[in-house]
């Protein structure tokens, strides 16, 4: 039984590795400046990790194999130096291999968290909440007005919670229930969560943050294709994550012109 078991082991590790070898779930369409890189570091990390699980499991394959019915007599062998020397060379290899990939992600990571977005990168304010998203955009002043937790309000549609009435630059903050952006334009977002932890995730951006109740969260990018893409939640937060979704559209700066005049008109 415990050879069947040791060929079952490595018949699993085979099976699981061919589907990955032979690409046989691509990652979406990358429509970002930046995920070419992060694409890069999916490939780094899935040939360090794969090559890493299959040689344990066809290492613990031969051990099971070979020790697993010893003859009547037999000396157990115990390894150099006991259990804190396989702890030691554990805490060395993974450490190593988390280093490694720390080192091979600098420059994707550099190049969304570690640099600062353009002077004319467009601002775009990310509000998410049980269970939706909302955006705001800037009015012809340029500047967000401030928010006022108390005056949030559902019934009211004033999900930001602005004054409207005494504060001069919330008069012509545009709020939406989607979010428009022009291709190849820089956008910045600047993302919070009124209640709980979210995430914000468009896998043809190679982009997913989580929001942090308390901290307002930067994070910015460049849409190189036009389409319209799903935003998701990934982080579990309630009974109505399931449904907490929005639509990402990618438009000529035109259509963009055209459709942020008409967001406008609607407030």
Known sequence: MAKIF????????????????????PMPQDISTHGYLIDEQYTDTMWEAGLSFLASQFLLAFFIWKFSNPKPGTTIKSFPGGAAGL??????????ECLAL??????????????????????VQVQAGQFAFYFRYPGPDGTFGPLHADQ??????????????????????IVTAEMAIPVNREIHLLMH??????SFYVPELRVQQDFVPGLDVSLH????KIGKYEIVCTQLCGLGHYNMKAYLEV????DYDAWIKQQAALQ
């Open 87 to 96: 702890v030691i060379a554990a805490f060395l290899l993974v450490g190593t």
């Open 152 to 173: 949030i309000s559902e019934a009211n549609a004033n999900f930001f919670g602005l004054d409207t009435t005494h504060d001069q630059d919330s008069k012509d903050d």
């Open 251 to 254: 438009m000529s700066q035109e």
């Open 102 to 123: 720390g080192v091979f992600g600098v420059k994707a990571w550099a190049s969304v968290y570690f640099t600062p977005p353009a002077a004319n990168a467009l601002p």
């Open 221 to 224: 990018f460049t849409a190189t």
């Open 6 to 25: 040791a060929v079952t082991i490595i018949l699993i590790a085979i099976a699981s590795a061919i589907p990955i070898v032979m690409h046989m779930w």
């Open 193 to 198: 969560s009124k209640d709980v932890g979210h």
